[in-house]
């Protein structure tokens, strides 16, 4: 089965950026988007066909950081792979999401081939998830 791809991104032209990375990448896998925290959580718990979620911090009603804590602290979502996709570089911010179960942290380049290389060594750990030449 093919899994999806969930983005809690709440800037269009940030999502847009990360779903041209994704591609430029190779990867195919249907990705599905929610804007806010507690929409990506009401997506997540009816889509059982989620296998990675790609989470900004900096989002509206939950941020990614509560975001983060409540998916952890449900035993159907502890393997989930959830990477942090943030404009944020602050080592503090890095450090509070890997504490609360991040599996990777990329922050957000618009050098397109940047991002894209970042995206790329992240997700790599995740290739048995992914539709990846």
């Given at each position: 089965m093919t899994k999806k791809i969930l983005l809690i991104e709440d800037s269009v032209n940030d999502?847009?950026?990360?779903?041209h990375a994704l591609r430029t990448c190779g990867i195919e896998n249907p990705v599905v988007d929610e804007f806010d925290g507690a929409e990506g959580l009401i997506r997540l718990a009816d889509d059982p066909e989620i296998g990675l979620v790609l989470l900004d911090?900096?989002?509206q009603k939950i941020n990614g950081f509560e975001f983060l804590k409540i998916v952890r602290s449900n035993p159907r979502f502890v393997e989930l792979p959830v990477v942090?996709?943030?404009?944020?570089?602050?080592l503090s911010d890095r450090t509070r999401a890997e504490m609360l179960g991040?599996?990777?942290?990329i922050v957000k380049d618009f050098d397109?081939?940047?991002?894209?290389?970042?995206?790329?060594?992240?997700?790599?750990p995740f290739r048995n998830l992914l539709i990846w030449p």
């Open positions: 999502a847009q950026l990360t779903l911090l900096k989002l942090i996709v943030s404009n944020s570089s602050v991040a599996s990777g942290y397109l081939e940047e991002f894209r290389a970042s995206i790329f060594h992240t997700l790599k």
